[in-house]
């Protein structure tokens, strides 16, 4: 008997430490796979902004010069090295040995190591300093290991680099030890030591140790500008996780913002339901002023007296500079049709790419046609050697105007032009699918293709229309069964379309209007039928619609009149979802005037249309009205109650209740060895 309820009580106990196990892995999981590396330089002992003299760095000629600068936010660095030349140089430009020199406090032992990690900022590169190499730049990091052994990266290899507001490593090939990003490229780049080699190493690289680097660019100087390098690691587990533990360190940070799993807990259901998406382009690495035509990162047809260059930010994530379009004369589609071509850095791989989601502040309109605005555009793409140029067609947009935080759909004009109207001076984001880019589709067709530019048109820019301003340059690479008014560039940090800020919980409720703000005007309805109001009390009304096309649920803002203000306005008391094409209103004044605006939408809260606003007036009326017919009733807008981990409270309840069986038995078979004993 004493075996049985030994094993009984063994039995309960190592399912208690399972369930505790599988609990405690729920947490863990996702810090798993994460890198391991070691600081091998920050810079710490160099004092910022003096030219560095010592044999510590040195460059290849006279006219290059070593500055210290502040971090630019590597993890685990210090200071920045900034690399220089007072006239245009690099293996692109001006063949020859430009090269800087990096040596060690010690040699770095490679034993242990999987790869070496460094975190750059490229000079910006321009089309005539580059010719085929136009839109990139390069990097060779060469490793010196003592005993006249220089090793190299050795044949064509795929290196990763992860750039800043990214959620993933990338890959690029290498041509040998030439590594080639993105022009003004800014973020990590990661090489594995095997492919390194020399013809006089005859044994594993991992037998020696790094004595200093070199380091090559393909432009810099001049007008390029400089190179930076924040920080080089040694990484000794190397996986393709954003995140990282820093000498020895048992938490893993994400490398892009030194945040840990723990810091993005409070955002775990913003997480879930953004976007991700990713920059094609957002200027980050360009100064104000810069000319982009003239540098050859866009081109403009049909207008001699255009411009195209770069202003402080208008709109978009981060703050970065906005595409200024400039002219001195008005030109759009009823003159010259002007186009205005912008350029991406490199050949960007855009297989992910679900939807292209940009900001864009139009010019006022054409004199020709005063009552609108209208823009077109396209994606310039290559695979196989086979360039396409994909545009919107019979197609509509979704589009989110400055300060609404409402997505509107928006149908381009019938004769697949892929001319859409959008209000006058509209300002604000504009997101369309790739499946919905019917003029030379590729939505079928994406493994592969790479992303040379974007063609955009206006309906006016310049003279008295005055300026227009292309903004970022984003693509979405995950919206199935997300939120599109939220979105993640890095998986943990989560911001609001709406205000171009973090996002909040806020920005998952679908409430329409901002309720106790008044406005001066409804929404234009876009389709013309009226809501029917029925059985009007005291106290309630029923408010009774035909049914959209595709609409999965309806928001019913409900206004009264403000006269606080000394001026008539619209002040939203209401904001209610409905499932249903019926809703009854409780909680009204009695004797106060109603406006009540109808949206259908669809899951995500994309309006699909907007009824024709309705009126109604509360009146005495002390019979109670019934309608079979109406099952919603509201008076609060509706809230979505916090997410839940129900795995880990079922896991963790399971484990408790096994604890609490085993204290019974243990109870159990205590007062039967008591009974024995008085026996």
């Not at 660095?77 to 692109?92: C, D, E, I, K, P």
């Not at 001195?328 to 071509?341: Q, R, W």
């Not at 939120?483 to 920005?507: G, L």
Request: hydrophobic content about 40%; glycine content about 8%; some cysteine.
């Amino acid at each position: 008997m004493k075996k049985g309820f030994r094993r009984i009580l063994t039995a309960l106990l190592c399912l208690t430490l399972l369930l505790s196990a599988a609990a405690v892995s729920l947490t863990a999981s996702a810090a798993g796979g994460s890198m391991a590396a070691t600081v091998w330089e920050d810079f710490s002992g160099y004092e910022v902004g003096t030219k560095v003299k010592l044999k510590q760095i040195e460059c290849t000629e006279d006219e290059g010069f070593v500055r210290t600068v502040n971090t630019f936010g590597a993890i685990g660095g210090v200071n920045a090295m900034q690399f220089g030349y007072t006239s245009l140089r690099g293996y692109y430009s001006v063949p020859g040995d430009q090269g800087f020199k990096l040596n060690f406090n010690k040699p770095k032992p490679l034993a242990g190591i999987d790869a070496i990690m460094l975190y750059v900022k490229m000079p910006l590169s321009r089309a005539d300093d580059l010719g085929n190499n136009w839109g990139k730049d390069g990097i060779a990091p060469m490793m010196y290991l003592g005993n006249e052994t220089w090793v190299q990266i050795k044949g064509n290899r795929k290196i990763s680099y992860l750039p800043i507001n990214g959620s993933k490593w990338k890959t690029v090939d290498s041509m040998g030890l030439y590594i080639d990003l993105p022009s003004g490229f800014e973020g990590y780049v990661k090489i594995p030591v095997d492919y390194y080699k020399a013809d006089n190493l005859t044994d594993d690289i991992r037998n020696h140790s790094v004595e200093y680097m070199i380091f090559q660019f393909g432009t810099m100087g001049g007008q390029s500008g400089s190179a930076y390098i924040n920080a080089i690691y040694g990484v000794t587990s190397n996986t393709d996780s954003v995140m990282v533990r820093l000498n020895g360190d048992a938490t893993p940070r994400f490398l892009l913002s030194g945040a840990t799993l723990g810091d993005t807990v409070p955002q775990e259901r913003l997480l879930e339901k953004a976007m991700k998406a990713e920059v094609l382009q957002d200027y980050s690495s360009y100064p104000v002023g810069y000319n982009l035509a003239a540098n050859g990162m866009a081109t403009i047809q049909n207008k001699p007296d255009a411009t195209m260059t770069l202003s402080d930010s208008v709109g978009g994530f981060f703050h970065t500079p906005s595409v200024k379009l400039s002219a001195k004369t008005y030109g759009g589609f009823h003159d010259s049709d002007p186009f205005y071509d912008v350029r991406y850095p490199g050949l960007l791989d855009i297989s992910d790419m679900k939807a292209f989601l940009f900001y864009v502040k139009c010019a006022a309109p054409h004199p020709q046609k005063p009552t609108c605005s209208a823009i077109r555009f396209n994606l310039h793409t290559s695979k196989d050697n086979v360039e396409t140029w994909t545009l919107l067609g019979n197609s509509s947009i979704l589009a989110m105007e400055k300060g609404t935080g409402v997505w509107k759909s928006y149908a381009a004009h019938g004769d697949g032009n892929g001319i859409v109207d959008l209000p006058v001076n509209f300002e604000g984001y504009i997101l369309v699918e790739i499946g919905k880019m019917l003029t030379n589709p590729i939505a079928e067709d994406m493994e592969g293709r790479r992303l040379i530019s974007s063609t955009f048109q206006f309906q006016a820019v310049g003279g008295e229309c005055g300026d227009g301003y292309i903004g970022p340059l984003y693509m979405i690479t995950e919206m199935e069964g997300k939120n599109n008014k939220i979105v993640t560039f890095d998986d943990c940090d989560v911001f609001s379309i709406a205000t171009d800020s973090y996002a909040t919980d806020n920005d998952l409720l679908n409430i329409g209007p901002v309720v106790g703000r008044t406005y001066d005007a409804f929404p234009l309805n876009t389709v013309e039928t009226y809501p029917e109001i029925r059985a009007v009390t005291k106290d309630s009304a029923v408010i009774e619609w035909q049914p959209t096309e595709k609409a999965a649920q309806y928001r019913v803002d409900v206004y009264t009149e403000d006269t606080s203000t000394g001026t008539f306005a619209y002040l939203c008391t209401h904001s209610l979802l409905s499932k249903e094409c019926a809703l009854k209103l409780t909680g009204l004044t009695e004797g106060k005037n109603y406006y009540v605006v109808l949206v259908a939408t669809d899951e995500s809260g994309t309006e699909l249309a907007t009824y024709n606003h309705q009126t109604f007036s509360t009146r005495e009326d002390s019979s109670e009205y019934h309608d079979e017919r109406v099952t919603h009733t509201s008076t609060v807008p509706v809230e979505q109650p916090a997410a839940v981990n129900w795995t880990l409270i079922i896991l963790l309840a399971a484990g408790a209740a096994v604890l609490i069986a085993a204290g019974i038995v243990l109870i159990v078979v205590s007062k039967k060895r008591k009974v024995r004993v008085k026996k």
